[in-house]
Structure formats: C-alpha cells, structure tokens
C-alpha cells in the first residue's frame, strides 16, 4: 500500500509539488532550511521514543529523500544525537529546539510537521500504535510498528 494519502491529487497538483519549495526552522530561527518537492510518506508516530525526543503525545512525521532538504542558514548551529545507529536526530544548539531526523537505514530523513508550518500536512498513516498514549480516531490505518515496506511487520491493529 502507498504510505501517503493522497486520494484526489491530479497531474497538475503533482507538478505543483513537486516545483514548491516550503521553509522551515528550528524554535528560535538561528537554523533554517527547505524542503523541495514531495514527502515519501508522512503520518503520525506513536512510539516511546518519538514521545520522549518531542516531549508530546504524538509526532507528526514526513518522510523525505535526504536531498529534498537544504539547510539555507545555521548548518553549524546543528547538533546531533544518536541514542542508536537508527536515528541521526538533528536539534538547534542555541535553542535546543528539533529540527528533523535522518534514519540511514531508510536513506529517509523526517522533517518534523510541526517545523515546517507552512507545508500542507496531510497524514496517511499511524506508525507503533501500540505505543499510543493518544489514541486518535480519524480512519487511517493504524500499523502495530511500521509498513512490511519499511522492514515492519506490517501489521495492523483496530482503532
Ligand atoms: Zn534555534
Ligand atoms: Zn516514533
């Protein structure tokens, strides 16, 4: 199945998406960057570790190719943390605020929703539901960890 959720896109909107460029930044604005383009997938995040890092309930997550995203300003203001091998996160060294999250076993780098403001978010996804502390009703599919395409189990569970 295709990770993202775009029922009613047309050629045109594809085309639209593809040239738009959406800007970003951390908390204080001392690290900006773009993304170019379309997400690979985008969704919602359930699991202790993206609860922990976010300091929230629930992480809204867009999935991109690592060169769809050009940091304009502030590149050495990025620090970087490897709790695993699995997760590069990148955060602002002056505010400490996130910025995104490069996963080198998936060549995928998510770009935090909620940093990029202006980007039409559309979820398709929930990934380890099973972790939820926020259940959240809206019909999507709900992934017990992630998709089989994604090295999952690919198994769904209820809402
Ligand atoms: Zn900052
Ligand atoms: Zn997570």
């Known amino acids: 199945m295709p990770l993202d959720d775009k029922p009613h896109a047309t050629p ?6 593809r ?14 960057f773009e993304v170019a383009g379309a997400p690979e997938a985008m969704g919602y995040c359930h699991c202790d570790s993206c609860r922990r890092w976010s300091a929230g309930p ?7 190719k690592p060169d769809a995203l050009r940091v304009t300003q502030g590149a050495d203001h990025i620090g970087t943390y490897r709790k695993t ?5 990148k955060w602002c060294r002056v505010c400490g605020g996130h ?3 490069h996963h080198p076993h998936w060549n995928l780098t998510d770009v935090y929703a909620a940093v990029i ?3 039409p978010f559309h979820a398709g ?5 099973h972790e939820t502390r926020l259940p959240m009703h809206d019909g999507l599919p709900k992934f017990h960890d992630v998709p089989a395409e994604m090295g999952g189990s690919g198994t769904t569970i209820p809402e």
């Open 12 to 17: 045109a909107d594809a085309d639209r998406e």
């Open 19 to 32: 040239a738009a460029t959406h800007a970003g930044a951390c908390f204080c604005g001392s690290v900006r």
């Open 58 to 64: 629930v992480n809204a997550f867009t999935l991109w």
């Open 85 to 89: 091998p699995r997760s590069e996160r």
């Open 99 to 101: 910025l995104f999250t």
């Open 117 to 119: 403001p202006d980007f």
């Open 125 to 129: 996804v929930h990934v380890n539901y």
